[in-house]
Each structure stands twice: as C-alpha cells, then as structure tokens.
C-alpha cells in the first residue's frame, strides 16, 4: 500500500500506478490518489468543514472550488450537519466517514483504503460500505485491505487471500467460493460430551468435515441432505444450521484457524 501511494520506494518487481512509475513520478502519482489511513489523522481541534478546506489547500484547490466540493462530501457521508462542529467529540463513526470524504476532496481516480471499518458498529460499518459501493459504481477504483471476510464480500470484485505476506489465493468472491468450498456449510451442535464420541459417524455425510470445539462442521452442496443423513445415522444435534459458504470459510481453510501474531 505504501509503495502504491509513492511514499515509499519499490522494494522488488515491476509497479505501475495509474500508468506511471511511483518511483520516478511520485507526485503526479499522489495528486490522483486518494488514502485513508488505518486510524484516522484528522485535526480534531478543528471543526468537521475545516478538515476539510485545508486538507484541499493541498492540492491548490481555491477557496470556493474547496468549499463546494467539502459541502458536496459531507452531504455524501451525512455529515452536512456536523460541518461547523468540531471533531474532538464526534463518534468514531462519524469521524471515519469525515477521513474517507477528505481522501475524496482531490476527485481522486484511485481510493486506497487500510481496514477502513475497524473498530465500527454495524450500523456505521454499512453506512460506509454503501458510500464506497457508491463511489465504486460512479468509477472509482478501490483498493482496500480487510480483515472483514464479509466486507470483501460486499465490496470486492477481485481480492486476493494473503497469508505470512504471500498471496495463497486471488479470483473473485465468488469464484473463490466455488474453488476453496462447497455451496452450503451444515453446523451441528451436539450436547456435552457427545462429540467426543462420533467416532466417523459422519464420515461421508459431507465433502470435507471439520471438528471445531463447540460444533461440528460439515462442507456439502446440500445441507438439507445432509441433514437427513444424520438424522438416519443416529444422530441428535441439539441444534442445526444451515447456511450459504462464505468468504470466511475461504479465508480459514486457506491460511489455518491458528491465531497469527
């Protein structure tokens, strides 16, 4: 991401950003970029609009050309009625949708984003999914980084699955989907003790079985199916689930349940 966003130097391979080399053209290479950054730099002794107008002196823009575009951003993120307040007590929602609008204010053709929902409620995080699903469908070409299987979801149309800074995976979501796992996931729950005790007798029921601590999880194309199978076989989870793959099971299956520092 930083050397996407010219700052710093190319460190192996070939890079071009916009059809320029970062290295040699770094500043043309900014002019054109929009970034928000993992945790947000805003001048919060400043108010919401004046965030705004100065982050725009950047790039020359005039005073009134500044304001219009800062009254068209905040109207964009829902902030037009926080503009003359300052940023010190607004919520981290409304804070990370200010830092998005200000990486806007240069009409950049390419918006970088470091896990741009972290940290947010569910009510803000898909307040920002939908003006970046918004942005992308104007033109804008986003290039984000996650750790929210879902967001790539929603976001998306080719990622790539990273793990110890190698790329393992890269297609679509779906795509992915249809590669890695199975069109449904079974979850069966069983009472205290009892999984210890099914010894494979579920073996077969699905594609691939996975035996988590509190649940079991079966991988197939029919969850329905596979449901009755183990009903037939004997079996009487206390619970049953099912539901679509997603991402997330990509995303395990490929780089391992095991927490990574």
């Not at 290479?29 to 705004?52: F, I, K």
């Not at 002196?57 to 500044?66: H, P, T, V």
């Not at 804008?140 to 990273?162: G, I, K, P, S």
Request: with cysteine; glycine share 8%; hydrophobic share 40%.
């Amino acid at each position: 991401m930083r050397m996407i966003s010219a700052v710093s130097p190319r460190t192996g391979g070939d890079l071009t950003v916009l059809g320029l080399d970062p290295d040699k053209g770094g500043a043309q290479v900014r002019a054109r970029l929009g970034v928000v950054p993992q945790m947000d730099t805003l001048d919060t002794e400043l108010t919401v609009l004046e965030n705004l107008l100065i982050y725009g002196r950047y790039f020359d823009l005039s005073y009134a050309e500044g304001r219009r575009r800062a009254t068209e951003l905040l109207d964009f993120v829902q902030l037009s009625e926080r503009a003359n307040d300052l940023v010190e007590p607004l919520s981290g929602g409304m804070k990370r949708r200010l830092t998005i609008a200000r990486s806007l204010i240069n009409e950049p053709q390419l918006l970088l984003l470091d896990e741009p929902t972290t940290g947010l409620d569910p009510q803000a995080r898909h307040l920002v999914w939908d003006r970046l699903y918004r942005l992308k469908q104007s033109g804008t070409t986003l290039v984000l980084t996650t750790h929210y299987m879902d967001e790539a979801e929603q976001l998306c149309d080719r990622l790539v699955v990273m793990d110890k800074a190698k790329i393992v995976a890269e297609g679509s979501p779906r795509e992915l989907i249809e590669r890695y796992s199975t069109r449904e996931v079974l979850e069966l729950r069983f009472p205290i003790g009892v999984q210890e005790t099914l010894d494979g007798q579920l073996d077969g029921v699905g594609e691939r079985i996975e035996h988590l601590p509190d649940r079991v999880l079966l991988y197939t194309d029919d969850g329905e199916a596979a449901t009755i199978a183990a009903h037939d076989r004997g079996l009487r989870p206390e619970t049953v689930l099912v539901r679509r793959s997603t991402l997330e099971d990509v995303f395990l299956r490929l780089t391992g349940r095991s927490l990574i520092e």
